[in-house]
Structure formats: C-alpha cells, structure tokens
C-alpha cells in the first residue's frame, strides 16, 4: 500500500479524527464519510481529504476502508444499509473495523464482506484520542495474516503497535477483554478512592500508598489526576461508552457460557452510574459513587 492507495474512513470522531489526520499527513488519498458526529474537519479538507455524501459512494471509490463507529449496531448499520458500504463494495477492497464489537457479530460481518468479493480484518484499538491524534494507538488485529501483513504500513500510520491477534474475530475478543480488565480496575479504583473521600482520607495519601503497592499500574495514573484535582482530561472515555463495553463482555462471556459474575457486578456499577450521567467522564464516577454510596 503506498500514495496511490484511496483509504475511505466512516467515523470522524473523538478517535477517528486522529487516525484521519495521521493517514493523510502521511501522504495517501483519504475521503471520510459526512456525519453530524463528525468532529470539525476543516484540518482535513486543508490536507487534501475529502468527503463523501454516503457510505455507498464511499465504498466504490475506495482500496480499504476503515471503520471507526461506536459499535455493533453502527458496523452492521453503516455495512447493511440500502447506501451502505456492501452496496458500493468492489472486488478486493479491504475492510477495517476499528471499532469495539461483539465477536459473533464480527463474524457474520466478514462472511458478509467476502461473499460480496471484499475482504476483512477487526482491528480495535486501545489508548486515548490523545494518542490517536499523535499516530501512537494500539491495534490487535483479526484475520488472514499475509492481508495483515499486507495492510501493516496503512496501520501503522496511525499506530505505535499493531499485533496480530489470530483469525477474524480475535482482535475483537481480545479488544473485550482488555476493555473488562480495564473498567474493571477502573471501577474498583472509583469505588475505593468514593470510599476514601466518606473515609476522610486525603487524595494524596490514598494515591500514595495505591502507587507504592498493588495498586499501581496505567489506571491508577489516569484516574490520579481527577483524584487530585478533579482533572479528567487524561481518561476522556464516556460512562455510556464503558457501560457499552462491558455489556459487549457480558455478551460475549454468556455466549462461551464463560463465568462472569464479577463482570456482572462492574457492569451494574457503570448502569447506575449512567443514569442521568451517561455522558460524564469515566473518571467522574468516583464523585457519583460517592455521592451515592
């Protein structure tokens, strides 16, 4: 894949505006679908992209495309509709989905793509809009690996570490249970820092001790500064989306009749959080179950 390569992304968002910048800095030909949750574009335009009216339109003049939507309902939506990418996909074009999904719903996404003469790999990507605007994401990518392979420096320019997950579907699986492992301590850090507030520990106290044992690790220092300070900048991810993610978990687990009462108990946590604060920061949970407890 080089310049002459026509990326067409769905999904300009938080995320996907920083994985459209990095593609076109990095010189290939980029089109994006027009979309009210788009965020502002005109960076885009100035670099040479350019939009398209529908995601069919889209398809047929695009090698890859890449999705980068909020989730199943999104992917099959933006794939399946009467304008959607399978109307207007050519034989060879290579799909993306970089966004978070139900695995046996992925499945039937790629059966879909290669019956209609595409081909596809699940590629989810992990870290911040911070880090998809500096081109430094993580991707765990699903599928065949010589098309993996192949698509390695179109990934690459917008990532910092692009794995290979296994077949289709495997990044997705994979993506869940980071996002489990993730919420999760995050949830068990909110309780235990709205604990501490009733407690009438100091933040900083707390925040020692956690760094100095077991509770170290990436959460503890996204969630620091909004126990400090009430900074959420460093972890800019909805409760919406994360009560999203572990229900995809849960989903996922019943499916492989896997055990999940802890996921359960985190996705309760997130569920009564989200009412009448679905769109607050993660981070803000800690206040809310404070204020709940």
Do not use: W
Not at 165 to 183: D, E, F, I, Q, R
Not at 270 to 285: D, F
């Amino acid at each position: 894949m080089d310049e002459n390569t026509r990326i067409g992304l769905i999904g300009v968002g938080l995320m996907g505006h920083g994985i459209a910048v990095n593609i076109a800095r990095r010189g290939y030909r980029l089109a994006f679908l027009e979309h009210p949750g788009n965020q502002p574009v005109a960076d885009l335009l100035a670099i040479g992209a350019r939009a398209c009216a529908s995601a069919e339109a889209l398809a047929a003049d695009s090698d890859v495309v890449i999705l980068c939507v909020t989730g199943t309902p999104e992917v099959e939506d933006v794939l399946f509709r009467d304008d959607g990418v399978l109307a207007g996909l050519r034989l060879g074009t290579v799909v993306i989905d970089c966004s978070t999904a139900v695995p046996s719903s992925t499945m039937r996404v790629a059966t879909a793509i290669e019956a209609a003469g595409g081909r596809f790999l699940d590629a989810p990507m992990t870290r911040t809009p911070r880090e998809a605007a500096e081109g430094r994401l993580n991707l765990i990518v699903g599928g065949d690996r010589a098309l993996f392979e192949r698509c390695r420096p179109l990934l690459a320019s917008f990532a910092e570490n692009v794995v290979h997950a296994g077949p289709v579907g495997a990044g997705h699986t994979l993506k869940l249970l980071h996002n489990y492992v993730s919420l999760g301590f995050t949830a068990v850090l909110a309780e235990a820092a709205a604990c501490a507030q009733r407690a009438g520990i100091e933040s900083g106290v707390l925040l020692e001790v956690l760094a100095r044992g077991g509770g170290a690790g990436v959460v503890l220092e996204r969630m620091r500064p909004f126990i400090e300070a009430h900074d959420d900048s460093a972890f800019r991810f909805t409760i919406a989306n994360a009560l999203k993610d572990i229900g995809y978990y849960a989903a996922m687990a019943t499916e492989l009749d896997a055990a999940r009462t802890t996921a359960d108990a985190i996705r309760q946590t997130y569920a009564r959080a989200a009412e009448g604060h679905a769109q607050s920061s993660v981070p803000e949970l800690v206040d809310l179950l404070a204020a709940r407890a």
